[in-house]
């Protein structure tokens, strides 16, 4: 769970002011920096702004376009996703660390700058910093005289890119937490981070709170009130004074907010403004990921999203870093809307990026680039159906600049822009941006082209923003584009492109049949594959009938041309097949026990009965797999349509060889499901034989039911 969760944003309207948690600063031992953000030099005659405009340090962000973020720290070690608090810095020993080179994997594929958790929910701080001890310094890394945010945020100056921290306000470590004295404490770390690592673009605050933690020993459950209870008003004054270039993810009262969920999606139409008393909603309400069109507040929204499954290093996903071609889908999703993208990168245990993470990337940026070298209109004849007196013609949006752009006069509200090529050009990819220092104008764009003597509507949207970029679902060709604009005001364009995307084989599709039948998808060429994890190269074993896989693993599979040019890998791991289980018994059904064993991540068991209520957890469901198994895990996938309502948080497996005698294999949390819904691959401590499994989910994110897409096992 990302953010401080209130269901009726309405509600708060009124708060104006914000009790700020026992925490007087000291005032900086260094001179004030001023910010060395300059507000765009607009031309004589220029619109008058509409709505809410950006401050100066939201357009730099902006301009930034995409990010990396590191998640690095105990859980790289020890497998979670959210610590607990209680484990060990011993721990912590990247052997090989090496910033440069983190760094430059980022810069080579056109990251602009990085974010560092410098603490997580763990408590435990890359830095060593000198409010707690738990930190890098009780570590053996480099005998506890280590420092990964100086030397990550050196390595950034070094290749020019900005730096930024990400400092997790919910904290499972410290003792004080929940009470003012941890206020204080966060403050005073928040100063260090502030003072000691040069210039910073951003402070990422994390909204995610699950409530229980080691908390100094105490083991318990506290509960806070994210809206008043850390501070923030004192956070952004110290954030502003300190570092006044730098931005603040996190709540409504901070500059960036999240899109609402962390699997790199967006929708069609982004506002980049709130209403100005919002605050923020679960993903599915308004405005997290929408945004509400002229809102009173410029609050950009930023897609985060991890190159793997999870935030942190796990060796078992190791063969699930996203492809090249996902990651251009990503970057579309998140530039294409206003947004910015942060896409995180996992250091591993030894403190290096993967080598597909970084082989991955830098085809993703590879692929951008040769997208966008060329565009096809830049000095074609463009005409407007009105242009606004002063320097404002219509061919200013070809010159790539934002700060010389084409506007309306103040009558028109609508406007084509219209663009003649002396030769047919062929593309599937429109950019356009708007002037944000002017506000976001545009409600609605549509673009024609000219095709047997008449227009063809290809394209038809709402939100531009920063940048809009739309994909056509095929090439189309043509010698003559018109571009229509509709706004309350007189729209005004930046930049307006067409561009072509490269040529790529697709990965192929890979599924299997309750029976355990193994098919892949063909594509336009032969597919190899491979069964051992490794990536399929123009010997492995061609793909042509079905096969049994009924034991399970990972398969990974790709496309060959006739040159032998391999495509983007696909690849995908299935548990034991679950042709012979049957559902034994459950506790409470609605939606039908059995789906949770159908192999169909879109059925539900669950117990919320729209009639009589709701059912709440612990529930139980207890299989018959049909077969002893030697079981090394199992696995639970969270319902993945889109809400957290019933998702099981925290559960039980245990296992029996007669279905009489069980035995606990495994209990514990599922960190993180909430905002992030991916399949939770459980090892337990030690390997099992039975034939029954039964789960129970004990505690879930939201209401008080339980809803579970599917169960399954890991077999030896
Ligand atoms: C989430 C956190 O709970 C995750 O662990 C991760 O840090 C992600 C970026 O934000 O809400």
């Known amino acids: 769970m990302k953010v401080h969760i209130c269901s009726h944003w309405k509600r708060i309207i009124g708060v104006a002011t914000l009790a700020v948690v026992g925490s007087v600063m000291n005032s900086p031992s260094y001179a004030r920096p001023v910010s060395a953000l300059k507000a765009m030099k607009l031309p004589a005659n220029s619109p008058a702004p509409f709505g809410a405009v950006p401050t100066p340090a939201q357009v730099a962000w902006h301009e930034m376009g995409n990010y990396a973020f590191l998640h690095f720290g105990l859980n790289t070690y020890t497998g979670r996703e959210w610590g607990y608090g209680d484990e060990s810095e011993t721990l912590f020993n990247p052997v090989d660390f090496d910033a440069n080179k983190i760094v430059g994997d980022l810069k080579a594929a056109g990251f602009k700058g990085v974010v560092l958790t410098a603490k997580h929910h763990d408590g435990f701080c890359l830095w060593p910093s000198k409010y707690t001890g738990h930190s890098v310094k009780n570590s053996p890394w480099k005998n506890g005289k280590g420092d990964v945010v100086r030397e990550i945020s050196e390595a950034c100056q070094r290749a020019g890119l900005k730096f930024g921290v990400y400092l997790s306000p919910w904290d499972r470590n410290h003792a004080e937490y929940g009470r003012p004295a941890y206020v204080d404490y966060y403050h005073n770390q928040l100063r260090e981070l502030l003072t000691n690592y040069g210039p910073l673009f951003m402070v990422w605050m994390d909204g995610a709170n699950g409530g229980d933690g080691y908390y100094g020993g105490a083991r318990e459950k506290r509960s806070i009130d994210a809206r008043t209870y850390y501070g923030m008003e004192e956070i952004r004054k110290m954030v502003s004074e300190l570092q006044p270039n730098a931005v603040i993810f996190g709540d409504e009262r901070a500059d960036i907010r999240w899109i609402g969920n962390e699997a790199g999606q967006s929708a069609d139409t982004v506002w980049a403004t709130i209403p100005g008393d919002a605050v923020t909603t679960p993903a599915t309400e308004q405005p997290l990921g929408h945004g509400v069109r002229d809102g009173e507040k410029w609050h950009p929204a930023e897609v985060d999203v991890s190159i793997r499954p999870g935030w942190f290093y796990h060796a078992a996903e190791d063969t699930r870093v996203k492809t090249p071609q996902q990651l251009v889908d990503i970057y579309y999703n998140a530039i294409g809307r206003g947004a910015d993208l942060n896409l995180n990168f996992p250091p591993s245990p030894k403190g290096l990026l993967g080598e597909t993470d970084a082989k991955n990337a830098r085809e993703m940026r590879r692929i951008l680039d040769e997208t966008f070298a060329d565009n096809l209109v830049s000095k074609v004849k463009v005409t407007a159906s009105a242009t606004r007196q002063g320097d404002f013609a219509a061919k200013k949006v070809l010159d790539e600049r934002r700060d010389t ?295 879930v994110a939201e209401a008080n039911h339980i809803a579970i897409a599917e169960l399954g096992v890991i077999a030896q």
């Open 405 to 699: 752009f084409w506007a309306a006069p103040d009558e028109a509200t609508a406007a084509d822009l219209i663009f003649e090529t002396p030769k047919p050009i062929t593309f599937d990819v429109v950019m356009l941006q708007e002037v944000v220092e002017l506000g976001q104008r545009i409600r609605g764009f549509s673009l024609d082209i000219w095709e047997n003597n008449d227009w063809r509507e290809v394209l038809n949207q709402q939100s531009v923003g920063f940048k809009r970029l739309d994909r056509l679902a095929a090439p189309v060709t043509t010698t003559k584009v018109r571009l229509h604009l509709r706004a309350p005001v007189a729209p005004v364009l930046a930049t307006f492109g067409l561009y072509l995307q490269p040529a790529t084989l697709d990965a192929p599709k890979i599924s299997r049949d309750r029976d355990g039948m193994l098919r892949i998808s063909e594509g336009r060429g032969t597919v190899r594959f491979t069964l051992d994890g490794s990536e399929p190269t123009a010997t492995s074993p061609l793909f042509d009938n079905p096969i049994a896989f009924a034991e399970g693993g990972t398969v990974r599979a790709r496309v060959f041309d006739a040159r032998g040019n391999g495509g983007e890998v696909a690849t995908a791991s299935f548990g034991h097949s679950k042709g012979k289980w049957k559902v034994v018994s459950v506790t409470a059904e609605v939606g039908p026990a059995s789906n949770a064993i159908d192999d169909d991540p879109k059925t539900l068991w669950h117990t919320h009965d729209g009639q009589k209520g709701e059912i709440a957890p612990p529930q139980t469901i207890t299989v018959d797999m049909g077969e002893a198994l030697t079981l090394k895990g199992f696995t639970y996938l969270p319902r993945q349509d889109g809400t957290t309502r019933g998702m099981v948080t925290a559960g039980r497996l245990e296992v029996s060889a007669d279905g009489q005698n069980w035995m606990e294999a495994w209990h514990g949390e599922f960190s993180n499901v909430a905002a992030n819904p991916i399949l939770q691959a459980v090892n337990f401590p030690v390997v099992q034989s039975a034939r029954y499994f039964r789960f129970t989910g004990d505690k």
